[in-house]
C-alpha cells in the first residue's frame, strides 16, 4: 500500500453539449429497413441525450457502449430488448437507455412478421478525458472471497449465471459506479442486487479513478 492518500482525477471542465452517441445496427433480420430504424432511433435521441446528461451529474467520465438485441412486434412496438454487452459501468445510465428503447415504437415491420435485430450507441467521454485503466487481476483477491456470499444473498445460479461487470474505481478502492450484463435473461432482475453488493466491497486503490472490466462467476 502506498505511503500517502494518491490525489483524486480531476474533474474535466463541463462540456457545453453532451456528445451525442454514435450509432451502428448488425444483424437486420429484412423486416424493418436501416434507414427506418435509424430514423426512429434519431428522434428519440433527446431522451438519450437526457439519459448521458443526468449520469454525468455524479460521474463526469462515464463513457462506453451497449447493443441491445431487439425484438419488434408486427405493430410495430417492443416486444423484447435486452442488452447484449455493455462496458458503460454506470446502472443509472444503462437502465435510462434501456427504459428509452424499450417504449420506442418503430414502424410496422414488413410482412406483418416480427422483425429481430440488434442496435447499440457509443457515448463518448467529456473533453476526451477517460480514467485510467485498472488490471482486473488486481481484483481477484477481493472478489474470490466474496463472490459466493453475494451470489447467495442474490440468488444467483452458479453456473449458469454470471455477470460481466464494469466499474469505476476510486482513489480510495471505493467502488464510485458499475454496470453488468448476465449471461442469461432470465438473471436480469438480480443485476441490480449483484451491483449492490459490489459497490460494497472496497477494492485495491489505482492512484487515480480507474474503469475496469471483469467477469463476476
Same mark, same amino acid.
Given at each position: 500500500m502506498a505511503p500517502a492518500e494518491p490525489s483524486p482525477l480531476p474533474e474535466p471542465a463541463p462540456a457545453p453539449v453532451v456528445a451525442k452517441p454514435t450509432v451502428k445496427i448488425k444483424g437486420l433480420s429484412g423486416t424493418l429497413n436501416k434507414d427506418d430504424i435509424h430514423q426512429t432511433m434519431d428522434e428519440r435521441q433527446p431522451a438519450l441525450d437526457g439519459c448521458i446528461g443526468e449520469s454525468r451529474k455524479r460521474l463526469r467520465w462515464v463513457s462506453g457502449a451497449i447493443r441491445?438485441? $431487439?425484438?419488434?412486434? !408486427?405493430?410495430?412496438r417492443v416486444e423484447e430488448v435486452h442488452p447484449l454487452e455493455s462496458n458503460i459501468g454506470h446502472r443509472a445510465l444503462e437502465q /435510462?437507455?434501456?427504459? #428509452?428503447?424499450? =417504449?420506442?415504437? %418503430? !414502424?410496422?415491420?414488413?410482412?406483418?412478421? =416480427?422483425?429481430? %435485430? @440488434?442496435?447499440?450507441?457509443? #457515448?463518448?467521454?467529456?473533453?476526451?478525458?477517460?480514467?485510467?485503466? $485498472?488490471?482486473?487481476?488486481?481484483?481477484?483477491?477481493?472478489?474470490?472471497?466474496?463472490?459466493?456470499?453475494?451470489?447467495? =444473498? /442474490? @440468488?444467483?445460479?452458479?453456473p449458469r449465471e454470471w455477470f460481466h461487470v464494469t466499474a469505476y474505481i476510486g482513489p480510495n478502492g471505493r467502488v464510485l459506479s458499475a454496470g453488468a450484463v448476465p449471461s442469461q435473461v432470465r438473471a436480469a432482475d438480480k443485476v441490480g442486487c449483484v451491483l449492490d453488493e459490489l459497490t460494497n466491497l472496497r477494492m485495491p486503490r489505482p492512484k487515480r479513478c480507474s474503469k475496469v472490466a471483469f467477469e463476476l462467476r
Amino acid at each position: 500500500m502506498a505511503p500517502a492518500e494518491p490525489s483524486p482525477l480531476p474533474e474535466p471542465a463541463p462540456a457545453p453539449v453532451v456528445a451525442k452517441p454514435t450509432v451502428k445496427i448488425k444483424g437486420l433480420s429484412g423486416t424493418l429497413n436501416k434507414d427506418d430504424i435509424h430514423q426512429t432511433m434519431d428522434e428519440r435521441q433527446p431522451a438519450l441525450d437526457g439519459c448521458i446528461g443526468e449520469s454525468r451529474k455524479r460521474l463526469r467520465w462515464v463513457s462506453g457502449a451497449i447493443r441491445f438485441a $431487439f425484438k419488434v412486434a !408486427p405493430d410495430g412496438r417492443v416486444e423484447e430488448v435486452h442488452p447484449l454487452e455493455s462496458n458503460i459501468g454506470h446502472r443509472a445510465l444503462e437502465q /435510462c437507455i434501456t427504459d #428509452v428503447v424499450a =417504449t420506442t415504437v %418503430f !414502424p410496422k415491420p414488413a410482412g406483418q412478421a =416480427t422483425a429481430k %435485430f @440488434e442496435w447499440g450507441l457509443t #457515448v463518448d467521454p467529456v473533453n476526451g478525458r477517460t480514467p485510467d485503466d $485498472f488490471d482486473a487481476d488486481r481484483l481477484e483477491p477481493v472478489l474470490r472471497k466474496r463472490t459466493s456470499k453475494i451470489f447467495r =444473498t /442474490c @440468488e444467483v445460479k452458479r453456473p449458469r449465471e454470471w455477470f460481466h461487470v464494469t466499474a469505476y474505481i476510486g482513489p480510495n478502492g471505493r467502488v464510485l459506479s458499475a454496470g453488468a450484463v448476465p449471461s442469461q435473461v432470465r438473471a436480469a432482475d438480480k443485476v441490480g442486487c449483484v451491483l449492490d453488493e459490489l459497490t460494497n466491497l472496497r477494492m485495491p486503490r489505482p492512484k487515480r479513478c480507474s474503469k475496469v472490466a471483469f467477469e463476476l462467476r
